[in-house]
């Protein structure tokens, strides 16, 4: 089946969804495929924690009030080294959020699948990527909820599909990954009192993490233990473990009872794929996916959905499709990937150094000036250092 296309994005969680709501916005015709068949479906293993850009967009969006009013809120870092602080944003306001992937998910969603120019294919999941004569790639072919099988073409494909990429793998693009030999466990918890600051214990000398981010009327807390360590053995009584360091290490918290299961991750390396092909290239974590202690993914995954549609802006994607230029998406790829490059391989690589060097990290030489500057120098020099995690306006 042959359909009028500029664009296949693969994948409808916010890298997607932005870029679909972006592109139709230009004018181009996307179709956006996304394997879960509920409009309201989100993910489950992610923390929330978000950075003031996504604070911005969904400003920007109108949704950021209403999702506050459901349960969100504002908040900002406060990292604790050694007994010492290091505040982000650096003048304490509270810039960042805490707010469920429940709510935004679907909130983001909607945005996007109601954007005319958009056509939404829930339920379809990626079966393979179809070439020319060439070995560009010219569209996909999707298995749809009632299991028929169609083909959707289309001059360029985007694969926002997550760290674990269904594209990236009908590709053979390679991913390169930066262990750290970290999982990650989370669960709510009932808050017992109001808060604004998020706070971060970095423990045994950098191997550990504990988190405790305030969330309305729930506290979400995060923990990320070397694999080595017995509560995060495969096979180990993770609920039993969680629950009694939450009970040693945060007992000043005065946390309520748990809410719900404790949710694990094994897997929390950074990750990237250098090399995409013609046709074909990948936003958000199928791009690149930072260790999520740095709770950077849903501010990477909007700014790259952002830095593609800034590059094919130039492009007039016209009525037909099929009058679309090859030449000029080639050219506005590699304009992609040059300012991805540029605005996220920097801090990539920093906070990858973050994930693998936290001992090194923790001495006191590093952390007394560190601790120092957090709280003596004004922000707004160091916003111009900082792009990818600053909101638009400073
Ligand atoms: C434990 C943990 C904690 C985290 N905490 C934070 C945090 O505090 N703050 C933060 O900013 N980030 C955090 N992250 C990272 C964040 O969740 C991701 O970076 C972000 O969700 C990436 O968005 P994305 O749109 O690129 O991909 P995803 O959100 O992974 O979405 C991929 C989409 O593609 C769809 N899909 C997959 N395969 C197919 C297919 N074959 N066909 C069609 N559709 C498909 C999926 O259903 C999904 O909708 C955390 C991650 C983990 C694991």
């Not at 958009?118 to 999707?142: C, N, W």
């Not at 053979?172 to 808050?191: C, D, P, S």
């Not at 549609?309 to 230029?325: E, K, M, R, V």
Request: net charge positive.
């Amino acid at each position: 089946m042959n359909m009028p296309f500029h664009v296949i994005i693969v994948g409808a969680s916010l890298a997607g969804c932005h870029l679909a709501k972006c592109l139709a916005q230009q004018g181009y015709l996307v179709a956006l495929v996304e394997r879960r068949a509920d409009p309201d479906a989100y993910k489950v293993m992610c923390s929330h924690l978000l950075h003031p850009n996504v604070v911005h967009t969904l400003q920007d969006y109108h949704l950021y009030d209403s999702l506050v009013e459901q349960g969100g809120q504002a908040t900002y870092l406060d990292i604790q080294v050694r007994g010492r602080h290091l505040f982000y944003p650096f003048n304490r306001q509270a810039r960042m959020a805490n707010i469920e992937r429940r709510l935004l998910d679907p909130a983001v969603r909607h945005k996007a699948i109601e954007q005319p120019g958009v056509s939404f294919f829930p339920g379809a999941k990626v079966q393979e990527l179809v070439y020319d004569a060439h070995q560009r790639v010219t569209g996909v072919e999707i298995q749809t909820q009632n299991a028929q099988t169609l083909t959707l073409h289309a001059p360029l494909t985007v694969g926002a599909d997550g760290k674990g990429s269904a594209v990236a793998a009908l590709a053979h693009l390679k991913m390169r990954t930066l262990e750290n030999g970290r999982a990650a466990y989370f669960a709510y918890y009932e808050a017992s009192q109001t808060a604004t600051a998020s706070q971060i214990w970095v423990i045994d000398k950098g191997r550990s993490y504990v988190g405790v981010f305030p969330n309305g009327p729930k506290v979400l807390v995060s923990c990320y233990l070397p694999k080595a360590h017995p509560a995060a053995a495969k096979g180990a009584d993770i609920e039993r473990h969680f629950d009694q360091m939450m009970a040693t290490t945060l007992r000043e918290q005065a946390l309520g009872p748990r809410i719900g299961n404790v949710i694990a991750a094994r897997q929390t390396s950074s990750q990237y794929r250098p090399k995409h092909r013609p046709g074909l290239t990948l936003v958000g974590d199928a791009y690149l996916s930072a260790d999520p202690l740095t709770g950077v993914g849903c501010s990477w995954a909007l700014r790259s959905a952002e830095l593609l549609a800034t590059s094919l802006g130039n492009i007039n994607p016209g009525t037909q499709p099929s009058h679309l230029s090859t030449q000029q998406i080639d050219c506005a790829l590699q304009q992609y990937r040059s300012r991805h490059a540029m605005h996220l391989w920097a801090p990539a690589y920093a906070l990858a150094f973050v994930s693998t060097h936290g001992r090194l990290l923790t001495h006191p030489l590093l952390v007394k000036p560190a601790s120092w500057l957090a709280s003596k120098v004004a922000h707004r020099p160091l916003a111009a250092w900082v792009p990818a995690y600053l909101p638009h306006d400073t």
